[in-house]
């Protein structure tokens, strides 16, 4: 035995095994077992007790398979069996075959169904908040669009720093379902309290007086800085709309989705999702415009404001109850996939050690150009537009109605263009598809510009057509937003996405922390 397990892989196999079985294969027919002559003489044994199945496949000399003896009787036997087997519902080792609907497993759609009714309400209450952050710090008095760089610089970014390290934190401490709800509950409760406590009690804690003085003290060129202490508590709700944005969609959505879903899963049904977040955003704009129109049916004195904040805080308090019960059935009900044991990791470097390894890659450095140019060009853009668009609609109301209209245009936009990309790409390639997102933006941001800069001489022809200057810079600046977002959902992010594929895993790590 110590000779066959030593001459083990030192016997190739020959390259035509059909044709040259006969050599060492020992032959089974009826002849054979007639010619007592043949079947006399010597044979050569095989090479270290080794042989040649007809198959071609090594295997021990002891434990050569005896010849079939299966009539056609038995083999149709067999396949009545496997047949009665399949209609029973039984595959043909004897393990029952999966329920289908259109096609699909039962146990897929129990994890898709919620996951997309859960990515629904996410998107719903995303566009929601999105509208309503813009209505409260650009309409709010004492504050204007010009705040919104110093609240994404000054207070997003580092409260984003801030709960992420409180994230980790608490991920290091909590099973995977508690961080969940620790994580989601806080953003549903603060949403509540501020439609129902927050915002009309507002007048009573916002530091008015104080404001005031500080900008008399120190300028018009502190305005930004000073409207943030002044509607300070629009601001946090600006800063957690934000968060849900990044937290909820991000962190704890995709890294659900990705826990409980096999790869083949993610490859069917992911880009479904994408489409499903535009539908939900050509519904929540329209939810945003008619609850922003209740105003038109309430008598004088009332806070029209106030009683649309509160219909819209409701639902976006519901839905995140929705959420929560998706996330919670999932878990209870549905088995989830089992993941290999992960490997080892290696040491992983510091921030520091991080941004020199990123800095010194060409590749790296032109992918994070791309980000943030994008970033600055769609934000000089969208701050001069929404101080045109607060002195078209300085009422809440009115700002927030538009702002429904614009977010049913741009899922609209989008989910034609996400359906139109895939065409993109099969046809001219990843570098055509890449550039249209920076053509849109700066075709679209000229036009804007030039109509605000130079839109004096025109005034005349858009006079015939019913348009102010101011009018017509806010329609244009729109339809700049909606072409450059839509190009952006469909065309740029998966770009980028693409773009990070041919990166190795330690540059990717890197890359995202």
């Known amino acids: 035995m110590q000779a066959v397990f030593q001459a083990k892989g030192l016997l190739s196999l020959p390259s035509n095994p059909k044709s040259r079985a006969f050599l060492s294969a020992p032959q089974q027919g009826f002849r054979q077992r007639l010619n007592l002559s043949n079947s006399l003489k010597p044979k050569p044994l095989p090479l270290n007790g080794l042989s040649v199945s007809h198959s071609g496949f090594q295997k021990f000399q002891g434990f050569v398979a005896k010849p079939s003896l299966i009539s056609q009787k038995n083999r149709n036997f067999c396949r009545a069996e496997a047949a009665a087997a399949s209609a029973d519902g039984q595959s043909v ?11 699909i497993e039962v146990n897929t759609l129990k994890k898709i169904v919620p996951l997309g009714l859960m990515f629904f309400c996410i998107l719903f209450n995303y566009t929601i908040l999105r509208d309503t952050k813009d209505v409260l710090v650009v309409t709010a008095k004492g504050s204007s669009a010009e705040i919104i760089p110093f609240l994404k610089t000054w207070v997003n970014l580092p409260m984003a720093i801030g709960f992420m390290l409180l994230y980790t934190q608490l991920a290091n401490v909590l099973s995977k379902q508690a961080l969940f709800y620790t994580t989601i509950l806080p953003f549903i409760a603060f949403f509540g ?3 129902f406590l927050l915002y009309p009690l507002s007048n009573y804690f916002h530091p008015t007086a104080f404001a005031d003085k500080l900008l008399n003290a120190l300028g018009p060129r502190f305005l930004g800085p000073i409207a943030i202490l002044r509607i300070w508590s629009f601001c946090l709700f600006y800063v957690m709309a934000e968060l849900w944005g990044s937290v909820v969609i991000s962190v704890l959505f995709w890294g659900f989705a990705n826990q409980i879903t096999t790869v083949e899963e993610a490859k069917r049904f992911y880009p479904l999702f994408g489409l499903g977040a535009n539908v939900a955003l050509i519904f929540s704009g329209r939810t945003v ?8 049916n309430l008598g004088p004195g009332v806070d029209g ?3 649309s904040l509160k219909a819209m805080m409701s639902i976006v308090v519901l839905m995140g109850f929705v959420i929560c019960g998706c996330y919670w059935w999932v878990n209870n009900h549905v088995p989830l996939p089992t993941r290999s044991k992960k490997k080892k990791e290696k040491p992983k470097m510091g921030t520091m050690e991080s941004l020199k390894f990123l800095v010194s890659s060409r590749y790296i450095r032109d992918l994070a150009t791309l980000v943030v140019a994008y970033g600055i060009s769609i934000n000089l853009v969208e ?3 929404k101080s045109k668009l607060k002195a078209q609609f300085p009422s809440p109301n009115e700002y927030s109605s538009f702002m429904g209209d614009f977010s049913t245009a741009t899922g609209i936009a989008t989910f034609s263009m996400m359906l139109l990309s895939q065409w993109i790409f099969d046809k001219y390639g990843w570098g055509v598809a890449a550039t249209i997102t920076p053509t849109v933006l700066l075709i679209t941001g000229v036009g804007f510009f030039s109509l605000i800069l130079f839109g004096g001489p025109l005034a005349p022809t858009m006079a015939s057509f019913g348009l102010t200057p101011l009018l017509a810079a806010v329609y244009v600046g729109a339809l700049q937003n909606i072409f450059s977002k839509s190009a952006k ?3 740029f992010d998966p770009c980028k996405e693409m773009a990070y594929i041919p990166l190795d895993e330690e540059t990717k790590v890197s890359c995202f922390t």
């Open 289 to 296: 415009k008619y609850f922003s129109n209740l105003r038109k």
């Open 305 to 307: 404001w106030a009683v």
């Open 489 to 491: 959902y469909s065309l």
């Open 383 to 385: 701050v001069t537009w």
């Open 193 to 195: 309290a501020f439609g």
């Open 93 to 103: 080792f004897g393990q029952p075959e999966q329920p289908k609907i259109f096609g």
